[in-house]
C-alpha cells in the first residue's frame, strides 16, 4: 500500500465513491467522465477466469442503469472526457484458487482516455472489475464515472470471506445457488460453505452409497447430481470463490440411518428427542463400530474428489453423549472393553477421521466442538470454525489454530423468526435478528492483541441455517446483511487511518449496495423507508 | 349450524379435511372420489362476482397439482365414484360488500355424482369455492377428493379480518397488491386495510391537490392513479375483499408539507426529530390553522368517492404534543385565544373531520389513541382499531365502541428485524418478530365475557408496516403468518365443541396451506426443515 493514511481518511468521507465493500485505499478527483459503452481489453496473457470475468463484467455495466438512491435528485452530469477503454493486465496466468490466492488489484480511472485495471492474479481480475461496475452511474441516457480521476489499491484484509450454506433442512435448487454466487461474487466473497447434508435430508449424490441419496433426498428433484455440484463448483470459481463442502460427522446424521441403520445409535427418539440431539429428529454414527469409521472414510474418499478445494470440512458440532451412552451396542462393547468410555471413543474416531482426511492431502476444517468440546487435539493445520462466542476465537488463537468465526450472536442469519416447534410460540435461542449494524459491528478479532494470534484470524462467516429458510427467501435472508460481513472481511473493521467504520457512515453506501443487487436480480431486503435512503443521515438516532 | 359439538370434535381429529381456516363445522367420510375435470355450474340466478370466481376457481382447480407434505409417501388413492360437477346456487344476487356481508356456505361433496355448494350471497360461493378448491388432491395422473361424502356447513367466526398495509414508507407495485390480495383470498381474509399514504411519501393521485402525488410520491413510477385504485378495488371485491383506505391525520403527514407547507408544524426536524415523532421525518398538520381542517376535508370529500367502502379511516395515531407546543404559530394563536390549548385545538380538530366525514355517509375508522389519548370522544357509530395492548380491547368495548385489534405484540408482522436507524444495532421497541405459533395463540376475545361487549368485536388485522418491508419481501412478511390469523379468525379459537385448537394440532395442515400458496405463487416463507411437514408431531417440543 503507497497511499498514505491521510488520503485514505479524507477520501473516506467522500460519499461518491460508492463501491461495497470499500476498497482499502483510493484517491478521487473532481472530473466526471463519459462511459458510454465499455470496452475492455486484456494487455499481454490472459486466462479463462479473466476472460469470463471480461464478459460477464461487460454485460453488467451494459445493463447497469443505475443511481444511488441518495443522487435521486441529481440530473445529468456535467462529464468532462470520455472513457475509450479499460485494459486489463495481470502478472500471472495461475488460476490455482485458495487460502494463499492473491486478491488484490490496482484501478486508474483517468478523466479521458484509457483505465488500466492490474492484478497479480486472475482473481485479482474478477474483484477490480466488480469495482469497477460499481463506479458506472447512469448519466441520462448514457452513463458516466463521477468523481475522476480515480486511484484504488485494494487487496482483502482477511482470506477467507464466507457464507455457510445449509442445504439440507430445507432444499435450495441449483439456479438459486448459483444467484448466491453471484450475489457474494457482488461483495467480494470468496468461500461458500456448503453444508450439503444434515439429519433431515442427503441431497448429494454418492457413488459409494447410492441409497445416501435415493432415501435421503426428499424427492428425486430435490437433488444435486455431480455434475450440479461440478457447474457449482466451475460458476463459483469464474467468481473467484472457493466451495468448501460439510459432511457433519459423527452427529447430524440420522438421515444416513436411512440406507445404514446398522451403524447407527438413538435413530429418531421421540417424542424425547431433546435428550438426544439438539433438534428432531435425532441420530448419531454409532461409534464404538469400526463400520463407523470405515463409512466416514468411504464418504471422505468419494467426495475429497468430487470437491476440488483443498479444504473440507468434517463438521463435528453439537454431539450428543446421551446418544451413545444409552445406546444398547455402545453399553456392550463398553462393558467388554474396560478402560474405555464415550469420551475415548470419540477421541479415536476424531483422530482416524482425520487422519484418514489427512491422507487425502487436503485441510481439515471443522466446527470448535471437535476440539473444545472432546478430547481430541488435531493437528495445527486444521481449521476451526467457532460459533459460540467471542472467547472462542481467543481459545483457537491462544492453541495455534487458524480460525474462521461465525459468531451466532451475530453471524447466523436464519436466527430471529422464532422458535420454530409446531408447539412451543416464544423465542429462538439465538433470537434476536441480527440487524445488518449488528453484523457490521462484529469484530472477529476483538481482545486479540498478539499480531501472531490476529494473523491466525482466517476472516469469517455468515451463517444460513435452513429450519425457517428455503430458496423463497435465500435472497432476502442473506442480503444486504451477509454484505455487511463483507465490507468488513474484505476492507477491515478501520479505515487506513485507523478510523473504525459506524453503521451511521456506511449506510448510505450499502442502500446503494442495496438497490444496485436488487438492480442485478438479488431480492435483497429493505433496510429502512427509501426516504432514509434518500436522505443520508436523516435516519439516525440523536 | 344443525351439526353437533361432537361431530365437530371427531371430525377435527382427522388430518384430511386440509382446508385453511378450517370449516366451522364438517362431516367426512371414508370413500375416495374421482375429480377429474371439474366442471362448475350455477342453478338458477348468478352474479359477475359468482362467475368470476368459478372461472378464477376452474383454473385453481385445474392447475393445482398438489399433495400435502404429510402424505408424500400416499400412492394413488382408490376411488369409489366420480365427482360429476359441482352446482352452485346463491339465494341473492345482491353484491354489495360491507359489515353486514354474509359469508356463510354449505358444501357437500357426496362419493360419486353431484357436489352442491349453496349460499346466501355471492361471496358465499366465493368462500365455498376456495374450499373446494383445497378439496382437491393430486392423485397420479389426476384428481381426487378424499374421505368423501364430505358435508361442510361454514361460516365466519368476525365479520372484519384483514391486513393493514403500508404503500407510503416503501412503495408497493399494483401487481404485488393484486398478489396480495389473491393471498387473502386463499385464506378468506376480507379486508385490505390500505395505509395508503404517510410522511415518508404520498404515492396516489389527488385530483384536489395533485401535487401531494406530485411532489410526494417517490417517483413517477411509484405511483397510485386512480384507475389503478379502482382496478385494487374491483380485483378485492371479485374475492369478496373489502378496501379501507387510511389517511391518516393530523400526525404522520410530513409528506403533505411538501407540497402545502403552510398547514404544517414540525418539518422534518433534525437531529433531534425523536422529540417531535414518533420516527423521521417529523411532521403534523397544524391544528391551529382552519386550513388545516379544511385540507382535511378536501381530502375527505376527494377519496370516499374513490373508494367506495363504507368505512373509511382517519388514523389518528401517534400524534405528538412538542410538535405543537413549540410550533411558534400555535404558540401565538394560543397567546391569543386564552382558554384554549392543544389540547383543545386537537378535540376541535378530531371533531370538524369525524363530523365532516359523517356527513359523507361514511362509518369512521381511527387509531385508538384518537379515543384514548385525547379528550375527543367520537359516537359510538365509530370503529377502534387498538394496536397497544390487550387491554385497549378490553376499554374499547366497555366504552361501547366496535373494535378491531392489531395488537402489535401478536399482529405486527414487520416485526423482529431489529432496530432500523442506521446508528444503532440493538433491537427494535416491537421485536422480537411474531412467529406463527405467536399469531396463532392471539385472542382477541381475552378477558372479555360480557356477551354483548363480546359482539362489538368485529376482527382481526394483522399490520404490516414498511420501513423494513417492501415488495421484494411481501410475500415472505405477511404469509404463512397471516393465514395464522386468518384461521382464528374465521374459525374462531375453538371448535365446535369448545376445544381451543392448539398450535401442534393445527402445524400439519399449515404446512400443507403453506406449501399450496408457494404452489399458487405466493412465496410464503417456511415454517420448518421439510422433514418436519412431512413427519407431523415429530417437530414438537416435548
Redesign the interface.
Known amino acids: 500500500m503507497k497511499l498514505s493514511a491521510v488520503i485514505g481518511l479524507l477520501a473516506a468521507s467522500q460519499s461518491a465513491l460508492a463501491i461495497w465493500p470499500i476498497p482499502r485505499t483510493f484517491q478521487q478527483g473532481s472530473s466526471n467522465t463519459q462511459a458510454v459503452w465499455v470496452s475492455i481489453n486484456v494487455a499481454g496473457k490472459s486466462s479463462p477466469i479473466v476472460n469470463s470475468a471480461i464478459d460477464r463484467y461487460k454485460d453488467i455495466i451494459n445493463k447497469e442503469s443505475f443511481v444511488a438512491p441518495a443522487d435521486?435528485k441529481r440530473g445529468t452530469v456535467k462529464t468532462s472526457g470520455i472513457l475509450s477503454n479499460l485494459l486489463v493486465s495481470i502478472q500471472s496466468t495461475d488460476e490455482t484458487l485458495g487460502l494463499a490466492t492473491d486478491e488484490s488489484y490496482t484501478l486508474d480511472v483517468p478523466v479521458n482516455g484509457q483505465a488500466t485495471l492490474k492484478a497479480k492474479t486472475p482473481y485479482g481480475v474478477v474483484r477490480g472489475l466488480e469495482s469497477f461496475s460499481q463506479l458506472v452511474t447512469a448519466n441520462g441516457y448514457t452513463k458516466a464515472i463521477l468523481n475522476t480521476p480515480v486511484h484504488i489499491e485494494d487487496a482483502p484484509f482477511y482470506v477467507h470471506r464466507g457464507i455457510s450454506f445449509d442445504t439440507a433442512?430445507?432444499?435450495y435448487s441449483v439456479n438459486s445457488i448459483l444467484r448466491t454466487l453471484d450475489a457474494m461474487s457482488y461483495n467480494k466473497l470468496n468461500v461458500f460453505h456448503w453444508h450439503i447434508v444434515d439429519?433431515?435430508?442427503w441431497p448429494v449424490e454418492s457413488k459409494t452409497y447410492p441409497d445416501l441419496q435415493g432415501k435421503g433426498a426428499?424427492?428425486t428433484s430435490m437433488q444435486y447430481s455431480y455434475q450440479d455440484v461440478q457447474r457449482v463448483i466451475q460458476y463459483a470459481k469464474e467468481r473467484g470463490i472457493r466451495v468448501i463442502p460439510e459432511f457433519d460427522v459423527p452427529g447430524h446424521t440420522y438421515i444416513v440411518g436411512l440406507s445404514k441403520p446398522e451403524i447407527m445409535s438413538c435413530m429418531?427418539k421421540?417424542?424425547?428427542?431433546?435428550h438426544f440431539a439438539a433438534?428432531?429428529?435425532s441420530g448419531q454414527l454409532n461409534i464404538a463400530k469400526p463400520e463407523s469409521v470405515e463409512f466416514t472414510k468411504n464418504i471422505i474418499s468419494e467426495y475429497t474428489k468430487l470437491f476440488t478445494d483443498n479444504v473440507f470440512h468434517l463438521g463435528g458440532d453439537e454431539v450428543n453423549r446421551n446418544c451413545w451412552t444409552e445406546d444398547p451396542y455402545v453399553q456392550q462393547y463398553l462393558a467388554a472393553h474396560p478402560g474405555q468410555d464415550v469420551e475415548s471413543l470419540l477421541v479415536d474416531y476424531y483422530t482416524k477421521v482425520h487422519n484418514y482426511l489427512e491422507t487425502t492431502g487436503k485441510t481439515a476444517y471443522t466446527w470448535e466442538e471437535t476440539v473444545f468440546h472432546s478430547n481430541y487435539v488435531p493437528n495445527n493445520s486444521t481449521i476451526l470454525q467457532v460459533w459460540i462466542d467471542q472467547a472462542s476465537v481467543q481459545k483457537a488463537v491462544a492453541q495455534g489454530y487458524r480460525v474462521v468465526s461465525s459468531s451466532y450472536d451475530s453471524y447466523y442469519l436464519d436466527c430471529?423468526?422464532?422458535?420454530?416447534?409446531?408447539?412451543?410460540?416464544?423465542?429462538s435461542w439465538c433470537?434476536?435478528?441480527?440487524?445488518w449494524?449488528?453484523v457490521?459491528?462484529y469484530d472477529v478479532a476483538a481482545n486479540i492483541t498478539d499480531p501472531a494470534q490476529k494473523k491466525l484470524i482466517l476472516g469469517t462467516e455468515v451463517a444460513l441455517w435452513?429450519?425457517?429458510?428455503?430458496e423463497?427467501?435465500v435472497?432476502?435472508r442473506l442480503w444486504p446483511r451477509a454484505a455487511a460481513m463483507a465490507e468488513t472481511s474484505w476492507s477491515g473493521k478501520a479505515d487506513a487511518s485507523g478510523h473504525v467504520r459506524?453503521?451511521?457512515e456506511v449506510?448510505s453506501r450499502l442502500h446503494e449496495q442495496r438497490y444496485r443487487m436488487?438492480g442485478r436480480g438479488i431480492?435483497?431486503?429493505?433496510?429502512?423507508?427509501?426516504?432514509?435512503a434518500r436522505?443520508p443521515?436523516?435516519?439516525?438516532?440523536?
Open positions: 435521486y433442512r430445507n432444499f439429519s433431515h435430508s426428499y424427492s429418531n421421540q417424542p424425547n428427542w431433546d433438534e428432531p429428529p430471529g423468526h422464532g422458535a420454530w416447534l409446531s408447539n412451543f410460540d416464544g423465542n433470537d434476536p435478528f441480527k440487524s449494524m449488528h457490521y459491528n435452513s429450519e425457517q429458510s428455503d423463497t427467501v435472497d432476502s459506524t453503521t451511521g449506510a436488487l431480492n435483497a431486503e429493505p433496510m429502512q423507508p427509501l426516504w432514509c436522505n443521515g436523516a435516519c439516525n438516532l440523536p
